[in-house]
Structures are given as structure tokens and as C-alpha cells.
């Protein structure tokens, strides 16, 4: 599996979105992906991008794992930093994600600042809603709108 | 050289450069070069970040990321030496032995022999703190070292004198100056409390803890750091113990192995028979011997 990064910078050199870039990796590789959404929308506020662009690139049928998280908001840019709880617009990033991949194995990555074991394992659970909610067609009307 | 490789390695230098004492990312490198024209030629500028802020991001938690890790794997040499002093160290070693390996655990890898050039970063208790990061170094080569196969009966009994014994990868022993496995053990329990940092009590073991190193005086010791079940652990061994294993180490055959551990020792001949059942026995059970 090939994961994506979170950036925070551009090169001139670049030629392509890095969706499109993960995308002919993981087609040229024959690959799966760990999707790491948090990744994808620290990238989108340092690179103003919108992050359900890059959730509905990726190959739905290549996403073998999802990987959440919390980040630290900066003045003039967020970074990666796994010290918080999952943030609202992450979660509708995920509740995205796995509407077109299914539900998914998920990783709750929180390795600083770490609170009490109920609380990692709390927000840890808070995933199983939404792949309820995406096993429920119903439900899935209902993400739709939120986002 | 292809377009891409030339940009790696050009980011690789600015990202990899140390950092000024402010840990900001550096106008000009040390060899001259202005930092500010690389990054504008490299990196795009957005609505908020010029190209050098973007890149110094990456400049300071590559090095933030470097100092953590090496903070947690020389947590006693801290405790010897004080934070302040632990910082100095950490910037100047880590410039002059950058990271090399794929894996942050090699960071301390030249911690030692540095450090017997550079005694100025652990006056004035050298000796205390250089005993200190022999044994942390050995809990990380213990921690992670590979194991091999155990030794059978088949091959215990095709053993002479003449024969050479195989030791675990993972074994290290020590001959210290200080007694720093209780030292280390008691840092490694104060910093796994650090939940409860800002309490009373946790104030009173750091005190304590300080007073304890204050207060260290010399005492030889001879010390196994070891491996047994996923767990590092320090075993407290004779002189004729260290002897024999380090000889064994070494490549020595048995017969002389046991020569070299019983040289000068003060343990009678007669007890010398039991004394080596008593080792190997111990030795054997916890799977030091392979194939």
C-alpha cells in the first residue's frame, strides 16, 4: 500500500495535482491505498484546494485503509501533528471516503500529547457511525447533504 | 543527473541544514550560500507563506522530530547532565553526526565516541554520564537486535573445550564505573509518569532523583543487557561472568574462555565447577546460546 503525505509546499517543477500523481503510482504499482484524510485536508488549507476533489480522485476500489487524525492550526498554515481529536471536516472527509470505498479498516492515529485511554478509544469509536452509516442506504442520503 | 533527482537533493540540503539557535531556518548556510534564493528557485510562494517560510517548515520539525527522538532514547543522560546542557549537546552532536540511517533509532550510534572528544558537554560528572549513554545505547542495540536460533540438545553434545559458543545478536555487556542500572531505571519510571508532571509527588521524585545523581558515588559493576519477551533487561553479573562472555564474544573457545574468566579471580578452585554450572544453566535458560 502507498500512503499519502501531508505537504506544505509546492514545487515549480510540479506538473500534476498530487491526486493525479498518486493515482498513476498506485495504477502503475497495481497498489492499494492507505488514505490518509487528514493528510488530504491539511494539504487542502496550505495548498487551497478542495479536499472532496482529491477524496472522489482516488481510486475508490484501490482503498485498502483509512487513517484519521488531529492536526494544530498554525496562523498561516495547519500541520500534521496527531495531538488532537479528529476535526469536524475530517470526519466528513472520512464519512465521504468510505461511502464510495465501503466500509474500511480504519486507523486512529493519536501518538502525542496522548490523553486518557478512554478517550483515544471514544474517538476511535466515533468512526463506527459513520461506516454504519455508510452500510445504511438511508444514512447515506444523509451524508450526502453534509457535505 | 535527471531534473528530479537534482531537486531531491536539493531539498534534502535545505531541509537536513541545522537550524540557527533561534531553530529558525538560516538565511545563509554554513558554506556561504544564501538559503533564501535555493527556496525561491524550488518552491512556489502562496497567499500566506513566502518560499523560504514554506521549505523552513520542513527545515524545523525535521529537526524538531530529530531532537525528540534522540531526547527519548538518552533520557538518563539528561537526567545526568541537566536539560540545558542536554540541548547544547543534542544541536552540536547532530551537526557534527547528522542522520545517516533510515531508522532515527541509529541517531546515538557515535554518541560515545564523540563524547570522549567533546567532555566539555558533560563536565563535570564525564565518566557518570559516559557510563550512562553506554548502557542506554545497549538498551536500544538489546531492544531491537535480532535474535537467532536456540542452540539444541543435538548441538550441546557435540561441545568441547575447543568448541566456540554463539551468543544472541541482542546481548550486550558492560563494565561500568557507576552503578547506572538503578539510575536509569528510576529516570525511565519518573518520565513514564509524566502525566502527572505538575503534582506534588511527581515534583518530589524529580528532586529525589536529582539528589540521587548528586549524591552517585563509583562502584564497579558488571552488567548483561538483554531481551526476553520483547523487553529489555539488566542483569547484574560477577567479574568472571563478564569475563567469560565477553570472551565468548569474542570468538574465543570454551577452554580458553573459561581461562581468561578465572584469571586473577578470588573464587576458589573448588568452587570454580559449580560456579560455571550455576552461569551456564542461568544463561541457557534465558536463551542466550543459539546456533
Redesign the interface.
Given at each position: 500500500m502507498v500512503e499519502n503525505v501531508s505537504s506544505y509546499a509546492e514545487y515549480h517543477a510540479s506538473e500534476m495535482t498530487e491526486w493525479e500523481f498518486l493515482n498513476e503510482v498506485v495504477e502503475r504499482a497495481d497498489c492499494g491505498i492507505l488514505l490518509d484524510v487528514n493528510n488530504i485536508y491539511v494539504s487542502s488549507q496550505n495548498h487551497n484546494f478542495d479536499p472532496f476533489t482529491y477524496v472522489n480522485a482516488v481510486p475508490a476500489e484501490r482503498i485498502a485503509q483509512i487513517h484519521i487524525a488531529g492536526h494544530s492550526r498554525f496562523e498561516k498554515y495547519i500541520l500534521d501533528t496527531h495531538d488532537h481529536p479528529v476535526l469536524e471536516p475530517v470526519w466528513q472527509l472520512y464519512a465521504r471516503t468510505i461511502e464510495r470505498a465501503g466500509p474500511t479498516a480504519t486507523l486512529l492515529e493519536w501518538d502525542d500529547n496522548i490523553p486518557s485511554f478512554e478517550e483515544v478509544h471514544a474517538e476511535a469509536l466515533k468512526a463506527n457511525q459513520f461506516l454504519q452509516a455508510a452500510a445504511k442506504p438511508a444514512v447515506r442520503e444523509l451524508a450526502e447533504t453534509t457535505r | 543527473m535527471s531534473?528530479l533527482l537534482e531537486?531531491q537533493r536539493r531539498v534534502a540540503a535545505a531541509v537536513m541544514h541545522p537550524l540557527t539557535r533561534q531553530e529558525t531556518m538560516p538565511r545563509r548556510r554554513r558554506d556561504g550560500a544564501s538559503n533564501k534564493s535555493e527556496e525561491d528557485?524550488?518552491?512556489?510562494p502562496?497567499?500566506?507563506?513566502s518560499?523560504f517560510?514554506?521549505?523552513e517548515?520542513?527545515n524545523r520539525?525535521y529537526w524538531f522530530r530529530l531532537y525528540s527522538s534522540f531526547e527519548e532514547d538518552f533520557p538518563g543522560l539528561m537526567a545526568v547532565i541537566g536539560r540545558k546542557k542536554f540541548d547544547a549537546l543534542t544541536r552540536a552532536y547532530l551537526t557534527d553526526f547528522p542522520s545517516q540511517s533510515f531508522s532515527l533509532r541509529n541517531l546515538g550510534s557515535q554518541l560515545e565516541r564523540w563524547l570522549l572528544t567533546h567532555r566539555e558537554f558533560i563536565a563535570p560528572r564525564a565518566e557518570l554520564a559516559l557510563d550512562m549513554i553506554r548502557i542506554e545505547w545497549a538498551h536500544i542495540e538489546a531492544f531491537d537486535s535480532a535474535a537467532d536460533p536456540l542452540i539444541d540438545a543435538d548441538d550441546l553434545a557435540g561441545i568441547h573445550d575447543g568448541s566456540q559458543l554463539h551468543l544472541q545478536p541482542y546481548l550486550r555487556v558492560l563494565e561500568l564505573r557507576y552503578p547506572v542500572d538503578d539510575l536509569i531505571i528510576e529516570v525511565r519510571s519518573e518520565s513514564g509518569s509524566s502525566d502527572a508532571s505538575s503534582n506534588n509527588a511527581s515534583i518530589a521524585r524529580k528532586r529525589r532523583t536529582v539528589r540521587h545523581i548528586a549524591a552517585m558515588e563509583q562502584e564497579e559493576i558488571f552488567l548483561a543487557v538483554h531481551r526476553h519477551e520483547n523487553s529489555v533487561y539488566y542483569k547484574r553479573l560477577n567479574r568472571e561472568d563478564h569475563l567469560l562472555l565477553s570472551a565468548l564474544m569474542a570468538g574465543e573457545p570454551i577452554g580458553k574462555a573459561i581461562d581468561l574468566a578465572f584469571a586473577d579471580s578470588a573464587i576458589p578452585e573448588e568452587d570454580r565447577v559449580p560456579f560455571l554450572q550455576t552461569a551456564f544453566q542461568s544463561w541457557s535458560s534465558l536463551g542466550w546460546f543459539t546456533r
Amino acid at each position: 500500500m502507498v500512503e499519502n503525505v501531508s505537504s506544505y509546499a509546492e514545487y515549480h517543477a510540479s506538473e500534476m495535482t498530487e491526486w493525479e500523481f498518486l493515482n498513476e503510482v498506485v495504477e502503475r504499482a497495481d497498489c492499494g491505498i492507505l488514505l490518509d484524510v487528514n493528510n488530504i485536508y491539511v494539504s487542502s488549507q496550505n495548498h487551497n484546494f478542495d479536499p472532496f476533489t482529491y477524496v472522489n480522485a482516488v481510486p475508490a476500489e484501490r482503498i485498502a485503509q483509512i487513517h484519521i487524525a488531529g492536526h494544530s492550526r498554525f496562523e498561516k498554515y495547519i500541520l500534521d501533528t496527531h495531538d488532537h481529536p479528529v476535526l469536524e471536516p475530517v470526519w466528513q472527509l472520512y464519512a465521504r471516503t468510505i461511502e464510495r470505498a465501503g466500509p474500511t479498516a480504519t486507523l486512529l492515529e493519536w501518538d502525542d500529547n496522548i490523553p486518557s485511554f478512554e478517550e483515544v478509544h471514544a474517538e476511535a469509536l466515533k468512526a463506527n457511525q459513520f461506516l454504519q452509516a455508510a452500510a445504511k442506504p438511508a444514512v447515506r442520503e444523509l451524508a450526502e447533504t453534509t457535505r | 543527473m535527471s531534473e528530479l533527482l537534482e531537486i531531491q537533493r536539493r531539498v534534502a540540503a535545505a531541509v537536513m541544514h541545522p537550524l540557527t539557535r533561534q531553530e529558525t531556518m538560516p538565511r545563509r548556510r554554513r558554506d556561504g550560500a544564501s538559503n533564501k534564493s535555493e527556496e525561491d528557485a524550488l518552491i512556489k510562494p502562496n497567499d500566506r507563506l513566502s518560499s523560504f517560510e514554506r521549505l523552513e517548515i520542513y527545515n524545523r520539525q525535521y529537526w524538531f522530530r530529530l531532537y525528540s527522538s534522540f531526547e527519548e532514547d538518552f533520557p538518563g543522560l539528561m537526567a545526568v547532565i541537566g536539560r540545558k546542557k542536554f540541548d547544547a549537546l543534542t544541536r552540536a552532536y547532530l551537526t557534527d553526526f547528522p542522520s545517516q540511517s533510515f531508522s532515527l533509532r541509529n541517531l546515538g550510534s557515535q554518541l560515545e565516541r564523540w563524547l570522549l572528544t567533546h567532555r566539555e558537554f558533560i563536565a563535570p560528572r564525564a565518566e557518570l554520564a559516559l557510563d550512562m549513554i553506554r548502557i542506554e545505547w545497549a538498551h536500544i542495540e538489546a531492544f531491537d537486535s535480532a535474535a537467532d536460533p536456540l542452540i539444541d540438545a543435538d548441538d550441546l553434545a557435540g561441545i568441547h573445550d575447543g568448541s566456540q559458543l554463539h551468543l544472541q545478536p541482542y546481548l550486550r555487556v558492560l563494565e561500568l564505573r557507576y552503578p547506572v542500572d538503578d539510575l536509569i531505571i528510576e529516570v525511565r519510571s519518573e518520565s513514564g509518569s509524566s502525566d502527572a508532571s505538575s503534582n506534588n509527588a511527581s515534583i518530589a521524585r524529580k528532586r529525589r532523583t536529582v539528589r540521587h545523581i548528586a549524591a552517585m558515588e563509583q562502584e564497579e559493576i558488571f552488567l548483561a543487557v538483554h531481551r526476553h519477551e520483547n523487553s529489555v533487561y539488566y542483569k547484574r553479573l560477577n567479574r568472571e561472568d563478564h569475563l567469560l562472555l565477553s570472551a565468548l564474544m569474542a570468538g574465543e573457545p570454551i577452554g580458553k574462555a573459561i581461562d581468561l574468566a578465572f584469571a586473577d579471580s578470588a573464587i576458589p578452585e573448588e568452587d570454580r565447577v559449580p560456579f560455571l554450572q550455576t552461569a551456564f544453566q542461568s544463561w541457557s535458560s534465558l536463551g542466550w546460546f543459539t546456533r
